[in-house]
């Protein structure tokens, strides 16, 4: 049996972090899991060690984020940041800075959630942002990373999002249309990215891994 590992989590009260967090608590691979975040979380466990941080200044709580495998759902909205400053701001720069810091802590597994059309040159600013994010942290050198591209996430959030609700509601009755090159397409439950995430990290894997959102369904069950 391989020995236990430390699991670090930013993003655990997002939709997909909430998730994972738990499955995070409850494996055996895990022996530490520590979140790291702006607030502390309503929730308590012996193996949870809660590290509140200003993403602003990441790098003042870097001797807290020692980890073997650090798990990133951090992601907002533009509508949500205010300005697409803002938004590059949670979307890249703190995603990337993360990266850049667990690695120097020697983690050897990052995995991420990006976003279906992550595209480094896209004119879509959302997708150049994520997929700009890609890019840098691939170039960090990670022993294995692994990228989560899903389509729209199903599940409740904390807080509302119009836009993704209304495309919620007419994409899920959908879905069942979405065959063979389509499937990449349907919406996805959050709790199957997150179990995905958990099950990939256990492969201990080397190498670079994109996974689309067909793949992150069939690697979530």
Do not use: W
């Amino acid at each position: 049996m391989h020995r236990t590992r430390t699991a670090l989590i930013a993003g655990a009260s997002g939709l997909v972090g909430s998730h994972l967090l738990l499955m995070l608590l409850q494996s055996d691979r895990y022996s530490q899991v520590i979140s790291v975040g702006r607030r502390e979380l309503a929730i308590i466990h012996p193996k949870l060690d809660q590290q509140i941080v200003d993403f602003d200044n990441l790098k003042k709580s870097a001797s807290e984020l020692a980890a073997d495998d650090v798990f990133c759902c951090l992601g907002t909205t533009i509508k949500k940041a205010g300005t697409k400053e803002a938004f590059y701001k949670v979307d890249h720069t703190y995603v990337t800075q993360l990266a850049e810091i667990t690695l120097r802590r020697n983690a050897t597994q990052f995995l991420v959630v990006s976003a279906m059309g992550a595209d480094a040159s896209s004119r879509i600013f959302y997708n150049r942002v994520k997929g700009e994010m890609e890019r840098d942290i691939q170039a960090l050198g990670f022993t294995s990373l692994h990228i989560f591209r899903p389509a729209l996430l199903l599940g409740e959030r904390e807080e509302h999002r119009t836009g993704e609700e209304i495309s919620a509601r007419i994409m899920k009755p959908l879905s069942v249309l979405m065959i063979g090159p389509m499937r990449k397409y349907r919406p996805i439950k959050a709790e199957t990215v997150a179990s995905a995430m958990l099950h990939a990290a256990a492969q201990d894997q080397k190498g670079d891994k994109v996974y689309l959102s067909d793949e992150i369904e069939r690697l979530g069950h």
